[in-house]
């Protein structure tokens, strides 16, 4: 049972505090209906929100306070220590940015979208293996222990402080309206492309990549944000001719011995 000295809300409480008003976005950051679909829309719109939001605090020194008490649970649990991701951060604060402005506590967005969608909206090499999430909202003033001690009194936050699977993270902490949203992003990078992919998918584009542990390329695919398969292939290049799609998520299956593991890449468009 979480102790009210935590000043935890609920996501019902949150819905009533967000009737008093989000703070309004900066206009190259308009939020009013989320992030743009397509990759390159949602850089553009990310990259204007990362800039800062009017009305909105970016709780840097909390952020780096929880990335310190993240490392000495691990370490109290024998867990690997993390390495903080740029596109993990940035993810981490685009998804607490929108919490803020439109007035919901959730692991997806209004639109569906998860937090690895989001990751792999910005990055743009790294192969993902193993992904988890962390998300709370506080009142604001709660200290940075006290939000740890919330997320360790939820068995799912709390088991991904113990999770070994995970080499790097991500924290952000943001203050609206008399609130503190906290995501925390956990993720294992088992590989990256050799260079960055770019949102606009090119033909022929190289998939070649250097990989983390002895991991043998099986083939690739490109996929739905629901999973259905739009391309798929073998070989280290893109093919030629790339199929219309707004939004497509980059696979890459990859053998370990007997076993394969499909690792998650960057979200790609076409020219449309």
Not at 28 to 52: R, W
Request: proline letters at 3%; one cysteine or more.
């Amino acid at each position: 049972m979480l102790r009210s000295t935590y000043k935890f809300l609920s996501v019902s409480a949150l819905a009533l505090a967000a009737l008093s008003g989000p703070a309004f976005a900066d206009p190259a950051c308009d939020l009013s209906d989320g992030y743009g679909i397509t990759p390159t829309a949602f850089q553009k719109e990310a990259n204007a929100c990362l800039q800062g939001i009017d009305g909105i605090k970016t709780d840097s020194a909390t952020a780096n306070q929880l990335l310190r008490l993240a490392g000495e649970q691990r370490a109290d649990h024998g867990a690997s220590e993390l390495e903080a991701l740029s596109s993990l951060m940035d993810a981490a604060r685009l998804h607490a940015y929108d919490m803020a402005v439109r007035g919901y506590a959730a692991h997806e967005d209004l639109e569906g979208r998860t937090h690895l969608d989001r990751v792999r909206m910005m990055e743009r090499s790294g192969l993902i293996g193993a992904f988890g999430a962390n998300v709370v909202v506080v009142k604001a003033g709660t200290s940075a222990e006290d939000i740890q001690k919330v997320m360790m009194a939820d068995k799912a936050n709390a088991e991904n402080f113990k999770r070994n699977a995970f080499d790097h993270m991500g924290v952000a902490a943001i203050e609206a309206n008399g609130v503190v949203y906290v995501v925390e992003l956990f993720a294992r990078i088992d590989g990256r492309l050799d260079a960055p992919m770019p949102t606009v998918a090119a033909a022929r584009a190289k998939l070649t990549a250097d990989y983390s542990e002895k991991f043998e390329p099986v083939g690739w695919s490109v996929v739905s944000a629901n999973g259905t398969t739009l391309m798929r292939g073998i070989g280290d290049k893109l093919p030629a001719s790339i199929p219309s799609m707004e939004e497509g998520f980059l696979q890459m299956d990859v053998a370990l011995g007997n076993d394969v593991y499909t690792l998650k890449g960057p979200a790609i468009s076409s020219s449309l």
